[in-house]
């Protein structure tokens, strides 16, 4: 008896688990936490200037932003990083306005080694400005045009391996070379890494949260199809917009049987969002899940003392408190508020404290979650077949223009 | 022969029209473009102070800030505005570091005057810095504690009228008076309102553009739920927040049947976010509708002069242009390429320049098109009940920590 089929099914966890194995000789972001970074160290110790510009857009900058905003308000980096991830003119000359040229780094990243973006703002920067070895390094693929021009100018480059994916190479040099110089340890940062990699592939505590959580969303798909972050500190702000592209740009596919796949990132901020989207959450369509963030322990001095003047407001109550307590009932409030709804998955992710480690272990479990997600999906998580056809018609109109 | 029916239909064109016409007498926002403020010019003139501080969540805030972000640029304001609009202690903390006491005036904003993140700022405020009569500002509905507040203390107050909800408010004094202090020209800004609401009206020009859309958006609500923004400048960046909450807070309600109603806002920013969202939008579910803004006119003197250094690269036909012209094709390129998917519903809105009348047009073109959607769905556009829940539990929580 012979039986043929033409469906697919969702695979049993094990099966994804083999696969995301597999992947590993393929997929190079997963032996990013163990590599060799001695030279990034050290390289990075050689940098005076203080102000280090990163020229990069999308997974050339988001990872090392989110990384930076995460880290900054509570550590006191000596350098400061400033993020050309634009080409508008508003905000470029805005941003080197804040820097003198003795004070200034232009660490320019690009994987291709000819992404518009980043090579037009390295043009106009050189235009007004010398940008050498002196002032520069550059992070991008083997044998680019980008690696050329560096070659040519003897600037110092470091390479993005081929198997690393732009929105995956937050742990490549394309995040570590910037945060490295201003001062973040980066040991830490791949120790939290390490820590996620090994726990989920040893089926420990990690392997369990993210391929159940990865299996509910994609057998719910159909019904929720909206996958909220709400972060509960402005420190999450950049790390929102990381999962974001992390999100939109690995699930967005047609899978192996054609069909559009694509679960859509919605990333927002309390209690600023409170006012803003939560009524949606709450008695719009139930076509949304929600992951809420906070903070255990932020550094707070921000104390709201007993004053007469205020006793009349109804939120009295608010009096011997500080911000961060009142943030993090915030989000307790707003959590516990969508749980007896009943039908809004939600769930909630503490983080202890706000720190290398922390960051590292938060990041590399949602590349884990994306890559069990897109396993589940049956689809590509890695590459982005569809925005080539806007570069296209860019390319087509830029060289239309110059006739 | 009786004939009853329990469900309801999408009604016609006519009769959403005769509903608006109706709610004018209810529905506030309408009459703004037509108030007198000759009172706010007169008393904005009086304010000394360079760093005005805006204290406000939500609608008190997002309003004012989509403009002053959208002029700012350009425009060389001689005040500052500098939004508290959060509780988070790093961001208030580093906000109020940017100016010295004698500079900073501070406008307190909250309709009910009891919203609990502006009076928890305002009382940390207080507990170091003076506020009073000569340095704040307060806008707040008729007889609230925060009138009272201002009263006792006799600090100027303005009024926001009740039947004027928060998030259709910035044409009221909580966006007109912090935007007319730092010298935004707020005749131009209802001008461009008016313009808008007697072409509308008058079932002109924007009459259709904005009730076909709305019929077009609630037909297809079920196929096409989530609407995207994608808006070519970063002089958008808080037009877009802005969106997101008119959009979210007031069409995700349950309709007159008792059904969940929705539909999602989603902001992006170009060309960054072809980076990173635009994978989902080409080759995920197709359940996204996409609206593109652009400047023509953008003052842009970054000129990408020719530099032999660059000639390998392959878009040298940078050279010879300026960002502005630059991210211009970029959105042209990328609503051409989604075009050429067909189903993926999508139209391009042209901003004439940078200016208050063109922003004031935009922002009322969207709370007429926001007033439509919400009647063809046939919900309260104007309420919030979804959010009351967790305000509850919070102040419950607040409760006990004093306990």
């Known amino acids: 008896m012979k039986y043929e089929r033409n469906f697919y099914q969702i695979k049993k966890n094990d099966e994804i688990f083999n696969l995301l194995i597999k992947e590993k000789s393929s997929v190079g972001y997963y032996k990013l936490p163990f590599q060799d970074i001695s030279k990034i160290k050290e390289y990075s110790k050689t940098i005076k200037q203080k102000n280090i510009y990163v020229i990069g857009i999308g997974g050339s900058s988001l990872g090392s932003k989110a990384i930076y905003t995460f880290l900054n308000s509570t550590n006191a980096f000596t350098k400061k990083l400033l993020f050309l991830d634009t080409i508008d003119p508003l905000k470029i000359n805005q941003l080197l306005s804040l820097s003198n040229e003795k ?10 080694g000819n992404t518009i973006e980043p090579l037009s703002i390295l043009q106009y920067l050189s235009s007004f400005r010398v940008v050498n070895e002196s002032n520069c390094t550059i992070v991008t693929g083997k044998n680019t045009r980008l690696f050329d021009y560096a070659r040519n100018k003897k600037i110092n480059t470091f390479i993005i391996d081929d198997d690393i994916g732009g929105r995956f190479s937050v742990f490549s040099p394309a995040g570590l070379i910037p945060l490295s110089i201003i001062g973040v340890n980066i040991d830490s940062l791949l120790d939290g890494c390490i820590e996620v990699h090994n726990s989920f592939f040893n089926k ?19 019904r929720f199809s909206n996958n909220i972050i709400f972060s509960y500190s402005s420190v999450f702000q950049d790390f929102n917009k990381w999962y974001v592209q992390i999100w939109a740009e690995s699930l967005g596919k047609k899978n192996t049987n054609g069909t559009r796949q694509g679960l859509t990132p919605i990333a927002l901020l309390g209690p600023d969002d409170q006012h803003s989207f939560l009524q949606l959450i709450v008695d719009g369509v139930r076509d949304k899940t929600v992951t809420f963030f906070k903070i255990k322990n932020l550094k707070d001095s921000s104390f709201i003392p007993k004053n007469s003047e205020f006793k009349f407001f109804e939120p009295d109550f608010l009096q011997g408190k500080n911000f961060n307590e009142l943030i993090n009932l915030q989000a307790d409030a707003t959590y516990e508020s969508i749980m007896q709804e ?62």
Chains 1, 2 share one sequence.
């Open 204 to 222: 420990e505590y990690y392997y369990d949260h993210i391929i159940n959580k990865a299996r509910f969303l994609v057998e719910n798909k159909s």
């Open 103 to 112: 004070n200034a780094h232009y660490v320019v990243i690009s994987k291709s």
């Open 342 to 403: 009943k039908d809004i998955p939600c769930d909630i992710i503490t983080i202890s404290s706000v720190d290398e480690k922390c960051i590292g272990m938060l990041m590399y479990r949602f590349q884990l979650l994306v890559s069990c997600v897109g396993a589940f999906l049956q689809i590509n998580t890695y590459d982005q077949p569809g925005v080539e056809l806007g570069k296209k018609l860019l390319k087509a109109k830029l060289g239309k223009i110059n006739d």
